[in-house]
């Protein structure tokens, strides 16, 4: 067993012949927040159930179809965020934001941009600024990149990088930013929109809104789940996706200390938490949400059109140590 520290979260990592002895177990309480084990083999999952891992795709991408036109894909989102988005479109009418679209992002574009992200992700506890190690990449290639800004005057209100994959048939929503009162009036779903609207021009068939490392609660947090699946994404494997380095793994969630709670996993519905998806999947690759606690909590925001049944709880009392 070896622990490391991902960006803050102590893990201890397993290989498949430690199991059996739990060698966490004796590990100091608080030195160990996640138990992990990488590619689980088969003869394992049921024994990694048992002791309540999650086994997990260790990150999934969400993705839409961005079908026919923006009507057809507004009717497939929830009453709520639609009218959430006609609010968002109202102010951006009313305040007289100005939209631009830059098909080949420009230098004072993007740096106007990565000021606004890192600002924003530095208010995050876990948050890490990964957009300007890609500066270079986004302004010259080889990969093609077009970005939806929106402007208040000469300063930028918010703004979406997107990234072109032809051969996937799909536009990557690989970053976005605004300033907290534009979050405030759901500016993020008109930008979305926005993108997507210049991706169906393109003709591209899917748009994705990110890989997300599968643990919500330590660097994505519960809310973003929330967010994406309520604009009508949906959660897959990211190597069922054009990720040749996706792979699973198992997570046991020891404490609370270094997360949110809940935490959300999305995993394998025909793993034994919870029994089998019951066909939803006959593939087995069905996700189901699971969260862990220290309290009651409301599955309600954990539900999703995607996901093989209701949600998994389990309950660490305190939020400390199971």
């Known amino acids: 067993m070896e622990i490391t520290d991902d960006f803050g979260l102590p893990v201890a990592m397993i290989g498949a012949g430690e199991l059996a002895a739990a060698p966490w177990t004796r590990a100091d309480p608080k030195s160990v927040a996640v138990v992990r084990?990488?590619?689980?083999?088969?003869?394992?999952?049921?024994?990694l159930s048992r002791?309540?891992?999650?086994?997990?795709?260790?990150?999934?991408?969400?993705?839409?179809?961005?079908?026919?036109?923006?009507?057809?894909?507004?009717?497939?989102?929830?009453?709520?965020?639609?009218?959430?988005?006609h609010q968002a479109r109202r102010m951006i009418a009313r305040d007289g934001?100005?939209?631009?679209?830059?098909?080949?992002?420009?230098?004072?574009?993007?740096d106007l941009f990565l000021d606004l992200y890192e600002d924003r992700v530095a208010r995050m506890p876990y948050g890490v600024a990964f957009a300007r190690r890609h500066r270079e990449t986004i302004l010259h290639g080889p990969e093609k990149y077009f970005a939806v800004f929106l402007y208040r005057g000469e300063a930028l209100e918010g703004g979406t990088l997107a990234l072109e994959s032809p051969d996937e048939s799909a536009v990557r929503l690989r970053w976005s930013a605004v300033t907290e009162a534009a979050r405030r009036a759901s500016l993020p779903r008109a930008l979305y929109c926005a993108t997507m609207r210049v991706a169906r021009e393109k003709g591209y068939a899917w748009a994705t809104m990110g890989d997300d490392p599968n643990l919500y609660g330590h660097i994505p947090r519960p809310g973003l789940f929330t967010f994406k699946a309520s604009m009508a994404f949906e959660a897959v494997p990211s190597q069922d996706f054009a990720d040749p380095a996706g792979f699973d793994e198992a997570d046991l969630v020891l404490s609370l200390d270094a997360l949110t709670d809940p935490v959300l996993m999305l995993g394998y519905a025909d793993d034994?938490?919870?029994?089998?998806?019951?066909?939803?999947?006959?593939?087995g690759r069905g996700l189901r949400a699971f969260l862990v606690s220290g309290s009651q909590v409301d599955t309600e925001p954990y539900t999703a059109p995607f996901l093989s049944g209701p949600p998994v709880v389990r309950r660490l009392p305190g939020g400390l140590r199971g």
């Not at 689980?40 to 024994?47: C, I, N, Q, V």
């Not at 934001?97 to 993007?110: H, N």
């Not at 034994?272 to 593939?283: F, I, L, M, T």
């Open 97 to 110: 934001l100005r939209e631009v679209v830059e098909d080949r992002i420009s230098p004072e574009g993007l």
């Open 51 to 85: 002791r309540g891992f999650v086994r997990k795709p260790s990150t999934v991408t969400w993705r839409a179809a961005l079908g026919t036109g923006e009507e057809e894909f507004l009717r497939r989102l929830p009453r709520k965020s639609r009218q959430r988005i």
């Open 272 to 283: 034994g938490n919870g029994g089998p998806s019951g066909g939803a999947d006959p593939a």
């Open 37 to 47: 084990m990488t590619d689980p083999p088969p003869e394992l999952h049921g024994e």
